[in-house]
């Protein structure tokens, strides 16, 4: 609710550094730069009660919402304040057309931020809708390293729904041990998982129910449900309004259900796409999505409801995450008289699914795809041994990153960077059987990228398959940088490439920069691949991605312009960290 | 015990790597290069039946010992594989005579060290003696990444004492709460302190009260104390014979005491120097030092005895750290039958200063030191308050390393990466109460250096006060890189400039590079500015170096050979990591 007053004080700031040209952009539509100043350092949090450390921007976590006009630039001075950790921030869904080296994907497009240095992220926001940004390094965007990003239409320029005030939902789980216990059990042998979160959060507040704490590892005072920094977010409503919520996850591990007690909501935008509008009870959101709904608060208003959060996909183990849907002018933490909704079965994969596939381009909106793909890689998404550790690989490969940038290695050409030779495009279809625990012994850890010819267009299949546990098959949000794509299908079983290609929508399909591919299932994605630079595409969850499963495509990077000396620093890239 | 193999598998790995020079140096008294190839991560250890999140080497902490002889080249290829923090290894006591790019002080001498990436350090050993090696970057060394580096003597030289084995013992105090958390805390408004240590390791091994542990936040398992990992520490004699115990302290915080029950002990050596012997009880031992002690099995041997460590110079909250002084044939854990001795008053500030005024470097071994200096330069030390921030500051400067080493920026004249005014080599002697808590409303933090005549002889009068706690003088272990200097001196109450110089030691004092500051007292040392570089000169408290109690001395930079690649990429510091 302090958003507006927020955003003003960035322009009055922005005001007091760019007195001139801020006059002048206030005085009229051209494209204004937007300034934000980041202190990024630990600080104990509360978050769910349990008291920790926390990566936070200026104090918050999440930090500061970006509030930005369609067009504009936006400057981000970074000041990594950490003590011993470089730090990296991703701007997810924001596509850095002109600005590769602005996407802040730590080993892909730049060196990682050194303690007491200052690193400009500089980009041009193109496409109203909302957004996303967290850290890109080692695990720290579990660390509470996140936040929003609203872009808005130009001025005279409607959307084509109407609302009365818009709200914004960010949705995390939240772990209580360190970014670095979770990566060393991660990394041991043995192999530790994460496990499931301790709590869900709406807007970074969650409730842990402290009185498990001495059990799982908390000093007197270390969790403390009466902190205000845990009382649950209000999403306050006038009678009779109709509200955008702008609902983004980043959960490190969980699929989530979304709903608000007694209220339906139209999907109206998915990652900053407009979508078909269509009315749900409750929406399912990976990690790495965004969405806008439109709910009316056309309830009884003398009480308030509960919107709430839970786990699916996985058998959850952690509560469910609520916040207060306030109906003005009820006490805006005061309950609501009804149990909050537990959602739906954790295991209905088949809802999942359709709702997968309900999704639309609007009408009048439709930005059709090409009807052939010049490339198809068929990505078999598995869970290997390598070298006694566990991993999640595609064809085999469990993605590395090299210690000098791709983005940097390749336009330079530093050929020692990282392994030249092409992964594959598809895997041993005739004899894999995705139904099966396989222990792919073949499987390596790799740098190898696909190089995609400029301006082709690439189709990529996910195929899902069972993980080396029995009779499971896990969910995985997978997010491309630098692009949209289609969404052309999704399907269960494996994809057969000589006839699954009928079941595509090529004549509606949304766009998204994040897609789920669920259980046993396959999801076909295409993109145009017009975006000089070197991108990442990988899982969304926190610890699947450092467990290896993503791959890095580049294309056109003759025609990236002069890279940044401030992303060298590391590796073979020389250079400075300064900009 | 198993050090000789360990030293063993060093040549044979050495061998393999460099056959013919090695063959020709074993079979010569030339110098000899060893070569050791190390892995730093995160790993969980239980060094004292606590587990928790330990910075190893090889997978140890303390890390591998570095055998050498005197001029032998030591290489240590050091790889970082920490997930999102940089590193440094700082050799403690080695004086980097033409190699000031190898001293390991981040911000000083190098940028820190990606993760991921390899950095060699390369130095020569030029003197026999007992040395040490720790992290020196943020509060690393505190998360159990340190060492010892014993040199021997050439063949044919013996030592000026006879003992018939040596034996290693490395101190340190151990807390349970993460560096970060450490370090937020020391960084927070209200200042909250890293507190007493939860216990004291003697190589590497100590014992938590695992009943304490719900109350301070151990989950179940996280604590057990049939660990082997923390069984204590044995020292095996065999009766009869004489150990050369060598003795290092790496504590965060405390001063301690050892002793070994019934067991007088010899000093032969401080530091790498050769001292005077003289019989002690207790051998007091402040974070930095190094000592040789000659220890007779001389008693009853049919039981083991206990060797202990208890913190002095703090009202201890911290139980006595405990190693079994095992006489052969007993078993090594047999427990003696006696209570574990408690050690001389903590608070006995003039037994400290009557075993610190004992010291008289050895005859026949006396450096003598120029009988004038050039250059006086007095720090008092106080405890302020900067910006809210509790601090420690030198003539009210707090360090504050610049993102730039300053042996880069100084080499190659980027004046500005730091502030190029000097430091004032005294204080306001005729008003400064020393006994009183003083506000020192003027204090700043500061990167400002003290840039010293090359060849002069510079003498540091160190002078104590009240920290900002009413009747408190705390005690600080003050150590100087590249160089060792001569111990002129230690008074209480306030240095008298006009007479005190006349209570030094000209004659015969010892060498060091590691000298306690007791509470309100001062300590007068002086060195010679003959080691081109840049060398930083800092209390050896972890917590006090964090807080800015330290100052850097410039001299003969023109004299330093061209820098290594491998120390920049930070800051201003073009170039590359790698070597």
């Known amino acids: 609710m302090t958003e507006p007053a927020e955003r003003k ?24 730069t937007v300034y934000h100043k980041w202190e990024v350092k630990y600080e104990y949090k509360s978050p769910d009660c349990y008291k920790k450390l926390v990566i936070t921007i200026n104090g918050r976590s999440p930090g500061p919402t970006i509030f930005a006009q369609q067009g504009d630039t936006v400057f981000v001075e970074l000041k990594n304040s950490l003590w011993t950790e470089n730090v990296a921030v991703h ?16 080993g892909v497009t730049q060196c990682p931020i050194l303690p007491g240095e200052t690193f400009i992220y500089r980009f041009v926001v193109d496409r109203a809708g909302t957004y996303l940004y967290h850290g890109h390094y080692g695990m720290q965007r579990a660390a509470g390293l996140y936040g929003s990003i609203i872009v808005s239409l130009p001025e005279g320029v409607s959307e084509p729904f109407s609302y009365d005030y818009d709200q914004n939902i960010i ?10 216990e979770q990566a060393a059990g991660l990394s041991a042998i043995p192999f530790v998982f994460v496990g499931e979160p301790q709590s869900l959060l709406i807007n970074g507040r969650g409730k842990y129910n402290c009185s498990l704490s001495t059990a799982s590892g908390s000093a007197a005072g270390v969790c403390n449900t009466t902190n205000p920094e845990c009382s649950p977010s209000s999403l306050t409503v006038v009678p009779g309004k109709t509200y955008r919520l702008r609902i983004g996850s980043l959960t490190s591990l969980s699929a989530l259900t979304f709903e608000i007690e007694g209220h339906d909501m139209t999907v109206v935008e998915a990652d900053g796409n407009y979508v078909e509008p269509f009315a749900i ?17 056309d309830q009884e208003s003398s009480r308030n409801y509960w919107a709430t959060i ?8 952690t509560p469910t995450g609520l916040a207060i849907f306030n109906y003005y002018p009820n006490h805006p933490q005061k309950q609501p008289p009804t149990a909050p909704a537990t959602g739906p079965l954790w295991n209905d994969t088949a809802s999942r699914l359709a709702q997968s596939l309900a999704f639309r381009a609007r009408q009048g909106f439709i930005n059709k795809p090409p009807v052939t793909a010049d490339r198809v890689i068929v990505l078999l998404n598995t869970q290997n041994k390598i070298d006694g550790h566990f991993k999640w690989s595609l064809n085999n490969l469990s993605l590395i990153l090299p210690q000098t940038p791709y983005l ?21 279809v005739a004899n894999y059987d995705i139904h099966s625990v396989a222990e792919n012994v073949n499987a390596t850890s790799s740098n190898r990228i696909y190089r995609l010819r400029f301006n082709s267009t690439v189709d990529v299949i996910l195929q899902n398959a069972n993980s080396m546990t029995v009779k499971n098959s896990e969910t995985h949000p997978w997010h491309l940088h630098g692009h949209d794509f289609w969404v052309l299908g999704y399907g269960t079983g494996k994809y057969n490439i000589s006839c699954d290609w009928r079941k595509y929508n090529l004549v509606n399909p ?32 926190e610890s699947h991605f450092y467990m290896g499963m993503g791959v890095v495509f580049e294309e056109g990077i003759e025609k990236v312009g002069e890279l940044p000396s401030s992303i060298r620093g590391c590796g073979e890239s020389e250079g400075h960290h300064r900009p």
Not at 171 to 180: K, V
Not at 409 to 426: I, R, S, Y
């Open 171 to 180: 949705l995390n789980d939240w772990y209580h041990a360190s970014t670095n």
């Open 310 to 317: 839970n786990v699916v996909a996985r058998n959850p183990a």
């Open 9 to 32: 004080g960035y322009f009055v700031r922005l005001l007091a550094l760019f007195p001139l040209i801020c006059l002048i952009n206030f005085s009229s539509v051209e494209a204004k």
């Open 281 to 297: 009870r409750n929406l399912y959101i990976y990690s790495g999505e965004t969405y806008s709904v439109l709910v009316k608060a």
């Open 408 to 428: 940097v290695a390749l336009k330079e050409n530093l050929t020692g960077a990282f392994a030249q030779d092409p992964p594959p495009d598809g895997y041993d």
């Open 91 to 106: 701007w997810h869904g924001i596509r850095q057309l002109g600005t590769p080296w602005s996407d802040g994907a730590e």
């Open 510 to 541: 949304i766009m998204k920069n994040t897609a789920p591919l669920h259980p046993y299932g396959w999801t076909a994605l295409r993109f145009r691949a017009d975006n000089p630079g070197v991108w990442a595409f990988h899982c969304h969850v």
